[in-house]
């Protein structure tokens, strides 16, 4: 399912039209990003909780050459599922 298609599902389960619906689903995926950006952690009962990871600083290896690179700390986001949502 991409984007479109998760904004006409919203907009069919919950009466809205779908350019409502499109508005509703980015304000979730804005305020997603922006919390976990601050370092918060998101926990939606039932669904899960998004949170950011730091990645260690480590060594790596160029394929072509056999080198080795130094590889830098990264944060990114992170999703753990609620039992409910592992359930299905």
């Known amino acids: 399912m991409n984007k479109g298609e998760l904004t006409k599902a919203v907009a069919a389960a919950s009466g809205l039209s779908q350019s409502d619906a499109g508005k509703a689903v980015d304000a979730l995926f804005e305020t997603v990003a922006g919390a976990v950006k601050?370092?918060?952690q998101v926990a939606i009962a039932g669904f899960g909780t998004f949170s950011a990871k730091t990645r260690n600083a480590r060594e790596g290896r160029n394929?072509?050459?056999k080198e080795t690179?130094?590889?830098?700390?990264?944060?990114s986001m992170a999703f753990k599922p609620a039992s409910a949502?592992?359930?299905?």
């Open 69 to 75: 690179i130094k590889i830098p700390e990264k944060t």
């Open 85 to 88: 949502l592992k359930d299905i």
């Open 63 to 65: 394929p072509a050459t």
């Open 38 to 40: 601050k370092r918060q």
